[in-house]
Structures are given as C-alpha cells and as structure tokens.
C-alpha cells in the first residue's frame, strides 16, 4: 500500500514550457488535493476533486488545470511555466468522512 | 479576510520539557482543526483532529486542545525528544467539513535540544 504517490520528484523548466505532474493514490479515497507550499508560506490549495469527473478550484489556480477521469489519479498541468511557479508541490487524499489526510511526497519544481 | 497564524516562526525547548505550540484564527467557524508534523524535504504527516464541539484530544505523548471561544488550538508535545524536532503546522477545514479543504498555517520549527 504506497498512499500517495507523485511523480517527478524533481523538475527544472524553462519558462513557458509546459508539463503535467502526475498524482496517485491506492486507497480508494474520492476527495484529492494538490496544494503548494512556498518557503515560509503555509500550504495554498491550487484544485481539488470530490470524485471522478468533478474538480474545482481553490485558492491559488491561475496557471493550473487539472483531471480527475478516474479515482486513482489526479493529474496537475502548468501550461505555461512561469517562474512565480516555482515551489514545492503536495499532492494529498483523504478518506470520506475526513478524518485522516493523506500526503505525497512532493515534487520540487523550479523555473528558470 | 481570514487568517490563520502560528504564533512562533520558531520554539526551541530542552528534551524532557513539554513543548507548546499556538495556532489563532480569524474569521473562521471551522468544523475541526488539524495539526500536522512535516520534516525537510518531506510531505506534511496527520497527526491529530479536533472537531468544533471537543475540547481536547490526546494520543500518546500529544495532546491538542481547541477553543472555539478564543479561536485558538493549543498542540503539546510532553517528554519532548530530539526526535520531535520538526516544523508542525495547523489546519482548518474552511469547507464546513463538506469537501475538506484545508487553510493551514505557515507552521513552527520545534527543536529540541538534547
């Protein structure tokens, strides 16, 4: 049972360049979250999902999008990188009911 | 606008002591509070949840106490070791316990000297 799984690690990209930083969790849980997290800032909610097919938007979205066509998976796209993207990314999933969340281990991305 | 603060950047403590950390908010009637452990380089880790109607709630050599009155949760740590040594953030559920999504805190840097 890996929880929440991220992938890349790491990234550097050129600005303007796009990707997709993949999300997956094993545990069945409907409700996912990514979240970024900026030196000396608390975690800011970028979207989230309630189930397969619906997502929405939290606090900080411009510059993202994000899928959810299946429970497993909840992938984060930045179309057009910009170096005010550059941060640590968290991918979370939480069990219905709320009461225990769980997180990835983040993926580093820096633009340069 | 609402706001959630973490009273120190930073508590250093001696081993043994009990560590004391704050988190206030503003502007919120959250459903439950949570308090998290996060290491460097490493995603934030669950550690306790306190609903609205509970006053406080202990497991193991941690203990979290929420004042709904005050907008305020306590989080202790007793017989602190070196291992405690990690930032620990507060949450609130600002979905009104709906779609849990979480406001947190910038987080304190607990260390505890040996």
Redesign the interface.
């Known amino acids: 049972n890996a929880g ?1 799984t991220q992938t890349p690690k790491f990234r550097i990209l050129k600005i303007g360049q796009s990707m997709t930083l993949q999300c997956t969790q094993d545990m069945n849980h409907n ?1 996912m ?1 990514w ?1 970024r997290q900026d030196p ?6 970028i979207y ?1 999902s ?1 189930g397969a097919g619906i997502t ?1 938007k ?2 900080v979205p411009n510059g993202y999008n994000v899928s959810r066509s299946t429970t497993e998976d909840f992938p984060l796209r930045l179309e057009l990188a910009a170096p005010s993207q550059t941060s640590v990314y ?1 991918c979370a999933a ?1 069990s219905s009911g ?9 993926s580093w991305l820096t633009v340069v | 606008s609402q706001k959630i603060e973490q009273n120190s950047e930073a508590l250093n403590i001696q081993e043994g002591k009990t560590a004391t950390l704050t988190c206030n908010y503003t502007n919120y009637s959250p459903a439950y509070l949570q308090w998290y452990r996060q290491d460097p380089g490493r995603g934030p880790v669950f550690l306790l949840l306190i609903r609205e109607n509970e006053k406080e709630k202990r497991k193991e050599r941690l203990k979290v106490t929420f004042d709904t009155t005050l907008k305020q949760s306590l989080f202790h740590i007793t017989a602190s070791q070196p291992a405690d040594s990690a930032t620990y953030l507060c949450a609130l559920d600002i979905s009104g316990g709906s779609n849990y999504k979480l406001t947190f805190g910038k987080g304190t840097l607990l260390t505890v000297n040996p």
């Open positions: 929440v409700y979250y979240y000396g800032m608390g975690l800011k909610l989230y309630v929405d939290g606090e968290f939480v709320g009461n225990t969340i769980y997180f990835g281990e983040g």
